[in-house]
């Protein structure tokens, strides 16, 4: 077992994956230099400039080279320094990558990993804090992955790296998710299922269903209001699409009060899908209306520390939205 955070974790997979398997290759912007956040750090040396590709500023040129790696049979792993710069390769993910199966009848997959950034928290401002799930959410064809434990950020990248279809993987940057939590890791090789969530807190009287950052927030909640005699389970969702539908209507069954926490705005984020799978199927298990927390619909994360601190989702505003929903 190795102690490690979230960027430790992907370095040393990344690692363990290129050693395992040749066709595995990464790219992006400086990534020769270990990237801005030094995920890929000292891969140069260990597999060399045709293993470990540094590229120019141009994401569409990024993930349009993975994808025809991929079709050569090789298996890419290409970054995007910041999520907020994906935008600029949508049509390659949304419009090639992720149609690539369905437009040739199954004669061809698109075994690409696309790593990116993203979140709040960072004072980084427009361009370098935004949350970008939602973009593609309704995409079939995508797998979209959003681990924050290390120990999940290893089983789920293995798997992604291996998974014969488009996956998007998503680490938040925060200084506590990215590098400030630690857990430990198996130095074993091991896969976690794309697709599956996992209770990180069993509770009994109101359930949060989250990701990322917001499932640090979510536990430190939770235990505040322990002392409150309230008893919260913690349903981290790790991969986004597809959905764990299955554990995210057990836990609601069980609860009967659900808080569904995102950081990304509140229209049109992931909250609403879920909300609306849990009226569907489990609607006369509630003991009151589906609530939400998320930031408020804005056009991107502010600057300024005392704005960024008002529109994010932090462990005060979800105790506070946690208690209110299990007093109704």
């Known amino acids: 077992m190795a102690l490690q955070n979230t960027i430790e974790t992907i370095n040393s997979t990344l690692r363990e994956i290129m050693e395992e398997d040749p ?34 500023l141009a994401e569409a040129s990024i993930v349009g080279i993975a994808i025809g790696a991929a079709l050569g049979g090789l298996l890419p792993v290409a970054e995007i320094q910041f999520a907020d710069f994906i935008h600029a390769a949508v049509d390659q993910i949304v419009n090639e990558a992720a149609k690539m199966r369905y437009r040739s009848n199954g004669a061809f997959s698109c075994p690409i990993v696309v790593r990116a950034p993203y979140g709040g928290g960072i004072t980084g401002g427009l361009y370098h804090s935004q949350s970008v799930e939602a973009l593609f959410f309704s995409t079939p064809g995508l797998k979209i992955v959003a681990p924050v434990m290390p ?40 896969e976690i299922p794309i697709g599956k969530a996992d209770v990180k807190r069993e509770g009994k009287d109101v359930s949060v269903i989250t990701y990322g950052l917001m499932v640090h927030y979510a536990l430190a909640a939770a235990e505040e209001l322990a002392r409150e005699g309230i008893d919260v389970e913690v349903v981290d969702l790790r991969t986004l699409l597809p959905l764990d539908e299955e554990t995210i209507l057990s836990s609601v069954r069980k609860t009967g009060k659900v808080l569904i926490a995102h ?27 589906v609530n939400r927390l998320a930031a408020p619909d804005i056009p991107a994360m502010p600057y300024a520390k005392s704005l960024e601190d008002f529109a994010m989702p932090d462990q005060q505003k979800m105790a506070e939205a946690l208690r209110n929903l299990a007093t109704l």
């Open 23 to 56: 066709r595995v290759f990464v790219l992006g912007e400086d990534v020769e230099m270990g990237g801005t956040f030094g995920a890929t750090e000292g891969c140069l040396e260990a597999f060399g400039p045709g293993r470990v590709i540094d590229t120019p």
């Open 263 to 289: 950081e990304d705005n509140l229209t049109g984020g992931i909250g609403g899908e879920i909300a609306a799978r849990i009226a569907e199927k489990a609607f006369w298990h509630l003991d009151a209306p």
């Open 151 to 190: 120990y999940d950020v290893k089983g789920l990248l293995r798997a992604a790296v291996k998974d014969p279809d488009p996956v998007l993987f998503f680490e938040h940057k925060n200084a506590l998710a990215y590098r400030g939590f630690r857990q430990e890791v198996p130095e074993e090789p091991y």
